[in-house]
């Protein structure tokens, strides 16, 4: 059968949840939808809907009929019903519902129902099971459900044939909420605007609380919008309604449950007009001024029963209104909650909103105040409850302005004069109620200008008066007819004033009807004086001038000052760019009062030889231009000036002597003249030079002046120069002058003419001298030198300058390079004179080998540092012509062995230390020992030294040379060193920081000042070397880089320092201290100095006397106290406060189960007892305890001062607490102390609680053991308080011995209680020992026997099986002692759940 399917069927699509689109349901239809049954739902299922094909299939593939007649699209099979649904069910019952399958083809097809596992759903028979279904035939299927709980569940079947497969959903709808809200609501007529509301009584009739929400559309509003009603509860639900619009209207209050579910009540209003009016719609005030206000009032009519609520507006349409918000919203935040009230300056009413009750009317305060002097309108709206539109109101009102007049309109002034100031007076008269505001407007002429109102604004007081004050200074002359406006405020026209009239100018004359200077001489001033007069009543102001006068700079006056001789003015080619001004006016303007006068000066200093004709003219300011001419006449006249005596003979002359004649200048006229002696031109190539001091003068009428001439030779023989002197305003050529003299050189003798030196040392200077003697008054220049190019003589001074009749000695100095016969030549030239041979004669002796002259006088290194090898260099040349061997050795010991190898001029300290000479040998040496000089050559040696000790050190080198057989001595060096430990002065050996940390304060950097000088007599350098959190900065605090180079010290110098600490180097707040070294390093020497570096920060800090501490377990509601020592360590003061940290994890506090007081067990060897437990009590979990606390709470500890802490344990029934208590410090860390406490009842088991001794004899003592052991935590005492108090050994009858009868045991520990008992009589036995533990009931053991004579046995086997049946069953009934352990177990764990409510406060002191 299975044979048409094909072989893999794919799993189909699990719709979950899916669920139809839910019709509109009204509350009543889905109440009464929810109460239906399942079989009363599938009942009621009227709609049937194919369902959707999920797996389309083949159908020629998989089966032999090829026709069907369905639609390929659609199933070919109808379920029914379309959808299982249970409800109503009941939890734990079985519901079954069947499900018919029609086949709704022609063909018939195989149908299999698969229903994939689940533990509620079940398909009664197999599954996947294949019927054939004929066409138009049905097959059935029943669907079984188990439900466990109320709630929904969802499932479905899948419905699978050769042509398609499709499914068929299962639903169980579980628990519902339903709200018995009303089908439809309907609120009648209201008032538009107005809020209705209508109130609702709601109740949860369903079977599951109500997780609502509640909406609707507007008009209408709902509250509550959501929230959660029980089962069986009730609610208020208020809806509102609130038109804004007149009419009908309506809209659904949806109720959505959280199941999905959502329920429609319709809702119903019609909107209406109230009668609601205004009593009337226009109101119209009188005129009225400005700054005045005028009051009527309008009635607001209410006829309806509501409270109208209204508020004035400025615009009719509400959608105007709501545009403009809506703009405004993202701008401005305030607009949001802004009413928009009517507001304006000019009509204004009360108030602007409020409300009117039932059948009430409102009155409104209308009020006009104008501003300005002009018909005034505006519409206002009254938005009121109850009305659709807003009702209208029209204001309408006229304002006045004020009514300022001019006293009179017109004024005429008359003729005046020009610049004189003339006042009159005018009035504004006020005629009107209100004050009048007045301002003059600028006029906008020139002659309007001139005019001053005072005051110029003001207010003209009701019915007075305001007296205007007009000044008038006319500036231009003429007739004027001015018009002037005074501004009104709120006043359409201006109050008018035209003033007209005519303006005079000044006369005025000269006293001299023209001004003659006569001749006067070129360049001197010559000054003439007038007067002018003003005969007007008015100033006049005035201006001077001479029309054809120069333009250019002020004229030359000899007088002033006389021009330099290089000025171009004494050149015959000399013409200026323009002009000269050559007339002066003093004063050129000015101001003549009211018939007064002005004295005039006007000065002429020609500069132009000729007649003059010109002209004084006269402007007036406010007149007119050349209103007045004074004539002016001239003439200029330039002196001829002669020289006396045109050619001056100065003779014979030394060169460059100055030499001095004196030359004649006469003038023959009858006017002063000026003359200058030009400078010499070309001086440079000039073979005399001339010059004097009076180069310019004056020279006056009729008379002659003395110039002096200075003249100077430049070079030999007869010389002539031509001197110019120059006369001011003279036209042509300059006057001559000639000079002449005859120039000679210096005279100087030199001896003596030949020098012979003798036998001299070779390499060694030796010196003779010569003299050089002027015989005349000039100085002489001379150069003296060798002749030949390679000379062994030198001169001292070869060349200088012999002062006047003195002598000048010469030396000549010989330095002989060989031992042979030199001669030489000395040739001397007198600058401008003659040369001089002097002949030169030596011979050499000695040795020809040269050296530094240092090692003749001795080599003094002076200071060294020891350790450090020291060196000088130098070097010896062979400056003969023979080969020389040479060798060194010390004074006072062996000869020097030569080294294979020259040793290296530097190296490390390990090298230094390898050439420290050993004992006995001699400090310095030379090296190399030997060598062998070339005539010519030059050898560099070197002197090496080095101490290991600070010492002084003073040693003689020997130098000896072999010159073929011969060997002597040829030189000694004394050598002196002063070996010495580098010494640094540290401004302290030792830094120390100390910083104390307020709880204010801020860590910062610390600085400490470091000098460091050099106080030996070596530079040296040294590298620095500190360890953080110390850093060594630079004077300026500046870190020093960590690659630094090592930094040197010259003597005497001192480095300055700071050593900076960081007190942050940790993130901690206790107390530290850091000390580290400074090491100082010399790079020159092994020697290092140290400092040491300290530094301390401090915190509020405490030093507490434990870290922990522990309670133990104590009985349980009792309280317990320890004490703890809590000291203040530090520098500073320390405020804290202690606070209580509880964790469920690290510090818990929980309750445990209460322990069996008494738990006894079978005694191994006594036999079986049964077992006793006390009482387990139940934990009541209280909502707040407090475990722990500690005093004080706070406090401040000052530095030394300890303080006594007391921690106090309060032992709540079965509690065990772990917190820690934490220690804030301000300032400063947090200390924590670890608080455990425990808190029990002595736990306790006796291992047997009967004793049965059996038969025993009568008189003897009998023995057993009690073990009693502490199962518990908290150490207890015991005692026997029945047991005898005799020994042991000898008891009394009958009374039982209990060994030891007290003691006390501890936590997990056994004490074994040995039993004594002495019968004493024959019989059964029966006694109570007791044992008292704590303050618990004490236990009883009983002991039993019975006491027979000595002789007497009996058999006990009874008794022994009895034991071995109780044991037996204890071992095959474990589920007792199983059930014991589990209920302390669970006990337990309910404890430790509760412990999350409970809260440990410190006990506040």
């Not at 054809?548 to 002033?560: A, H, R």
């Not at 057993?1264 to 502490?1270: F, G, I, K, M, P």
Request: contains cysteine; proline residues 8%; aromatic residues 8%.
């Amino acid at each position: 059968m299975a044979s048409g399917f094909p072989k893999k069927t794919p799993s189909p699509r699990l719709l979950l949840r899916e669920r139809l689109k839910p019709e509109t349901l009204t509350p009543s239809a889905f109440q009464e939808e929810m109460s239906l049954s399942s079989k009363q739902r599938l009942a009621r299922a009227k709609k049937l809907s194919l369902p959707q094909i999920v797996q389309p299939q083949d159908k020629r593939e998989s089966s032999h009929q090829k026709l069907s007649a369905a639609d390929p699209e659609k199933s070919s099979f109808q379920p029914c019903p379309p959808e299982v649904v249970f409800q109503n069910y009941t939890p734990g019952e079985v519901y079954e519902v069947p499900v018919v399958l029609r086949n709704r083809d022609k063909v018939p097809h195989l149908m299999k129902v698969t229903l994939e596992s689940s533990p509620y759903f079940q398909l009664v028979g197999p599954n996947d099971v294949c019927r054939k279904v004929p066409p138009g035939l049905s097959t059935t299927v029943h669907v079984l459900f188990s439900p466990w709980q109320n709630k929904d569940y969802f499932h479905q079947l899948l419905c699978t044939t050769e042509r398609e497969g499709f499914i068929v959903p299962i639903r169980a709808i579980g628990a519902r909420a339903i709200l018995d809200f009303p089908d439809q609501l309907d609120f009648s007529k209201c008032p538009v605007k107005y809020s209705s509301q209508k109130t609702l009584v709601v109740r949860n009739v369903g079977n599951r609380a109500a997780h609502y929400q509640l909406s609707t559309q507007s008009p209408f509003s709902v509250l509550p919008a959501m929230g959660v009603l029980g089962v069986g509860d009730t609610m208020e639900v208020t809806v509102g309604f609130q038109p804004l619009k007149t009419g009908d209207c309506s809209a659904s209050l949806v109720v959505h449950y959280d199941t999905g579910e959502d329920t429609h009540t319709s809702l119903h209003g019609r909107a209406v007009d109230a009668p609601i009016r205004l009593d009337r719609n226009t109101v119209t005030f009188d005129k009225t001024y400005i700054t005045v206000s005028n009051r009527t009032a309008v009635l607001i009519h209410n006829r309806s029963n509501i409270t109208a609520r209204f508020q004035w507006k400025a615009v009719d349409a509400g959608e105007e209104e709501d545009q403009l918000e809506l703009s405004l919203q993202s701008e401005m935040a305030k607009v949001r909650g802004d009413p928009m009230l009517f507001s304006d300056d000019i009509f204004s009413l009360e108030p602007k909103e409020g409300e009117i009750g039932p059948n009430c009317s409102a009155e409104i305060s209308v009020s006009f105040k104008p501003q300005e002097a002009r018909v005034y309108e505006r519409a206002v709206y009254c938005d009121i409850s109850g009305r659709q539109n807003r009702l209208p109101l029209l204001l309408t009102g006229e304002g006045l302005g004020p009514r300022l007049h001019s006293y009179f309109e017109e004024l005429n002034i008359g003729e005046v004069s020009l610049r004189v100031t003339h006042r009159y007076k005018a009035a504004l008269l006020n005629k009107g109620p209100i004050g009048a505001p007045f301002s003059l407007i600028p006029p906008s002429t020139a002659m309007g200008s001139c005019f001053t109102f005072l005051p110029q604004e003001g207010i003209v007081a009701p019915h007075g008066f305001q007296l205007i004050r007009i000044s008038f200074c006319p500036t231009m002359l003429g007739e004027f007819e001015e018009e002037f406006c005074f501004r009104v405020t709120e006043s359409p026209k201006p109050v008018t004033l035209t003033i007209r009239g005519s303006v005079t100018g000044p006369t005025f004359h000269f006293d001299v009807p023209a001004l003659h200077f006569g001749d006067v001489s070129f360049g001197f001033p010559h000054t003439l004086k007038c007067c002018l007069y003003n005969t007007s009543l008015v100033h006049m102001a005035f201006n001077l001038h001479i029309p054809g006068d120069g333009l250019g700079g002020p004229s030359i006056d000899i007088s002033d000052k006389i021009p330099n001789p290089s000025s171009q003015c004494w050149r015959k080619e000399a013409q200026g760019l323009s002009r000269p001004r050559e007339f002066t006016i003093s004063p050129c303007s000015g101001t003549v009062r009211a018939l007064g006068s002005e004295d005039i000066k006007v000065t002429l200093c020609s500069n132009t030889a000729g007649e003059y004709k010109r002209e004084l003219v006269l402007d007036v300011e406010d007149v007119g231009k050349k209103v007045l001419a004074l004539p002016l006449t001239a003439r200029c006249i330039v002196p001829p000036l002669r020289v006396l005596d045109p050619v001056v003979s100065f003779r014979h002359c030394y060169l460059e002597v100055p030499y001095e004649k004196k030359l004649t200048l006469v003038n023959d006229s009858d006017f002063p003249g000026c003359y200058c002696v030009l400078p010499q031109e070309n001086k440079e190539e000039a073979a005399t030079w001339y010059c004097t001091s009076m180069a310019t003068g004056i020279i006056e009428a009729r008379g002659s002046v003395q110039i002096p001439i200075v003249l100077r030779a430049r070079l030999l023989g007869e010389c002539d120069v031509t001197a110019e002197l120059a006369v001011l305003g003279r036209g042509g050529s300059p006057l001559e002058i000639h000079l002449e003299c005859v120039g000679q050189g210096p005279v100087v003798y030199v001896y003596p003419r030949e020098i012979n030196f003798g036998v001299i040392p070779v390499l060694k200077d030796r010196t003779k001298t010569f003299y050089l003697a002027n015989q005349c008054d000039i100085p002489a220049t001379f150069q003296a030198k060798m002749a030949g190019k390679r000379s062994c003589w030198r001169l001292e001074p070869s060349e200088g300058v012999v002062p006047p009749n003195t002598e000048v000695v010469v030396r000549v100095i010989a330095h002989l390079s060989d031992t042979l016969k030199f001669q030489g030549e000395v040739k001397v030239s007198i600058e401008n004179s003659t040369t001089t041979i002097i002949s030169l004669r030596a011979v050499g002796k000695g040795t020809t080998i040269a050296m530094d002259e240092s090692l003749t006088s001795g080599i003094n290194l002076k200071s060294q540092f020891s350790f450090t090898p020291c060196y000088f260099h130098f070097k010896m040349t062979n400056t003969g012509r023979r080969i020389h061997r040479l060798y060194w050795s010390t004074e006072g010991f062996g000869t020097f062995r030569p080294r294979t190898r020259p040793p290296a001029l530097g190296g490390t300290k390990r090298k230094a230390a390898s050439q420290i000479p050993r004992p006995g040998s001699p400090v310095f040496k030379v090296q190399p020992l030997q060598v062998e000089l070339r005539p010519g050559q030059t050898v560099e040696m070197v002197l090496e030294g080095c101490s290991s000790t600070a010492q002084e050190v003073k040693e003689r080198l020997l130098c000896h040379a072999r010159v073929g057989s011969v060997k002597e001595q040829i030189v000694q060096v004394d050598v002196t060193c002063k070996f010495i430990c580098p010494v640094v002065q540290m401004s302290s050996r030792a830094i120390t920081f100390r910083v104390e940390k307020k709880p204010s304060d801020v860590l910062t950097l610390q600085y400490q000042p470091l000098s460091l000088k050099n106080t030996c007599s070596l530079p040296f350098s040294i590298v620095l070397d500190l360890e953080q959190p110390f850093l060594i900065c630079s004077a300026d605090q500046q870190p020093l880089p960590a690659d630094s180079k090592p930094m040197t010290l010259d003597v005497g110098e001192e480095l300055h320092l700071c050593i900076q600490f960081n007190p942050a180097y940790e993130n901690s707040l206790h107390s530290r201290v850091a000390e580290r070294v400074l090491r100082i390093r010399f790079t020159e020497h092994p020697h290092e100095e140290q400092i040491t570096v300290r530094g301390e920060v401090h915190f509020p800090n405490l030093h507490l006397e434990t870290k922990a501490v522990d309670f133990g377990c104590i009985m349980n509601d009792t309280e317990e106290m320890l004490f703890m020592r809590m000291t203040n360590c530090g520098p500073l003061p320390v405020r804290y406060h202690w606070s209580f940290l509880t964790d469920r994890q690290l510090n818990p506090i929980r309750f445990i189960p209460s322990p069996p007081k008494f738990k006894p067990r079978s005694s191994k060897n006594e036999g079986v007892f049964p077992r006793r437990y006390s009482k387990i009590e139940s934990v009541k979990e209280p909502t707040k305890i407090q475990v722990f606390s500690v005093r004080p709470s706070w406090c401040v500890l000052e530095p030394g001062e300890r303080e006594l802490v007391i921690f106090t344990f309060f032992g709540h029934a079965n509690i065990m607490a772990r917190v820690k208590a934490l220690c804030h410090v301000e300032g400063g860390p947090t200390y924590e102390v670890l608080v455990t406490g425990q808190a029990s009842y002595p736990s306790y088991q006796l291992d047997v609680e009967e004793i049965d001794w059996g038969l025993q004899v009568f008189n003897k003592v009998l023995k057993a053991e009690v073990t009693l052991q502490n199962t518990g935590v908290l150490e207890f005492t015991y005692v026997v308080p029945n047991s005898s108090t005799d020994t042991a050994a000898n008891p009394l009858p009958g009374v039982p011995v209990v060994v030891p009868r007290t003691g006390s045991i501890a936590p997990g520990k056994k004490q074994v209680l040995e039993v004594y008992y002495l019968p004493g009589k024959l019989g059964v036995f029966c006694k109570t020992v007791q044992v008292q533990v704590a303050s618990l009931d004490p236990a009883e053991i009983f002991l039993k026997g019975e006491g027979t004579s000595p002789g007497v046995t009996k058999d006990l086997p009874s008794m022994l099986k009895e034991e071995e049946e109780v044991v037996q069953e204890e071992e095959e009934n474990p589920e007792e002692e199983e059930r014991e352990r589990d209920e302390s177990v669970v006990l337990e764990s309910r404890m430790e759940s509760r412990m999350e409510s409970l809260i440990v406060t410190a006990e506040q002191q």
